[in-house]
T-cell receptor
Framework: NAGVTQTPKFQVLKTGQSMTLQCAQDMNHNSMYWYRQDPGMGLRLIYYSASEGTTDKGEVPNGYNVSRLNKREFSLRLESAAPSQTSVYFC??????????FGPGTRLTVT | GEDVEQSLFLSVREGDSSVINCTYTDSSSTYLYWYKQEPGAGLQLLTYIFSNMDMKQDQRLTVLLNKKDKHLSLRIADTQTGDSAIYFCAERVGGATNKLIFGTGTLLAVQP
């Protein structure tokens, strides 16, 4: 089992460009999350999806959109990237015992 | 409001004990967690404690919870160089959504 996978691992964008970060899980979990990690700020929740077909805003949703394509996949889209979105992005899932499992992260730089 | 605070850095010698501290503000937290992040990797759950417990021990790890002071600590006995990582505490709030509020992380540096 791969667990939680994320693509790409690294990305450099110019201001104003768009991109989609992909996340997939093979653990059959209903809940999925997107976080960003910035130095000195811990992890902050961007969006989450409690089940297929539902999404909700987290703590810092501005500038992002998400799509829960099916139970396995939860994507995060930046429509017009800004330097403030330079960060490391983590996808996570949650099991029925409320433990969260994290992907390896996507390191995004916006110039 | 919801806030979780940790000191940013801790340095210990190999073989010593490490104690990483965390304070939280939400008294309705049901579970509190410790995650470990190694360089270039995602977060991995180390251990957790339910809010009605004072202590939990798991091999070299001891978690202490002082609910009155909203203080959580992680003690690592016989710290090894492989324990060097960033350690995050997190509190679970918000019922069915399982929203986790993370601390800023403590970088543990183990000197040989």
């Amino acid at each position: 089992n791969a667990g939680v996978t994320q693509t790409p691992k690294f990305q450099v964008l110019k201001t104003g460009q768009s991109m989609t970060l992909q996340c997939a899980q093979d653990m059959n979990h209903n809940s999925m999350y997107w976080y960003r990690q910035d130095p000195g700020m811990g992890l902050r929740l961007i969006y989450y999806s409690a089940s297929e077909g539902t999404t909700d805003k987290g703590e810092v949703p501005n500038g992002y959109n998400v799509s829960r394509l099916n139970k396995r996949e939860f994507s995060l889209r930046l429509e017009s990237a800004a330097p403030s979105q330079t960060s490391v992005y983590f996808c996570a899932t949650r099991d029925r015992h409320y433990e969260q499992y994290f992907g390896p992260g996507t390191r995004l730089t916006v110039t | 409001g919801e806030d979780v605070e940790q000191s940013l850095f801790l340095s210990v010698r190999e073989g010593d004990s490490s104690v990483i501290n965390c304070t939280y503000t939400d008294s309705s937290s049901t579970y509190l967690y410790w995650y470990k992040q190694e360089p270039g990797a995602g977060l991995q759950l180390l251990t957790y404690i339910f809010s009605n417990m004072d202590m939990k021990q798991d091999q070299r790890l001891t978690v202490l919870l002082n609910k009155k002071d909203k203080h959580l600590s992680l003690r690592i006995a016989d710290t090894q160089t492989g324990d060097s990582a960033i350690y995050f505490c997190a509190e679970r709030v918000g019922g069915a959504t399982n929203k986790l509020i993370f601390g800023t992380g403590t970088l543990l540096a183990v000197q040989p």
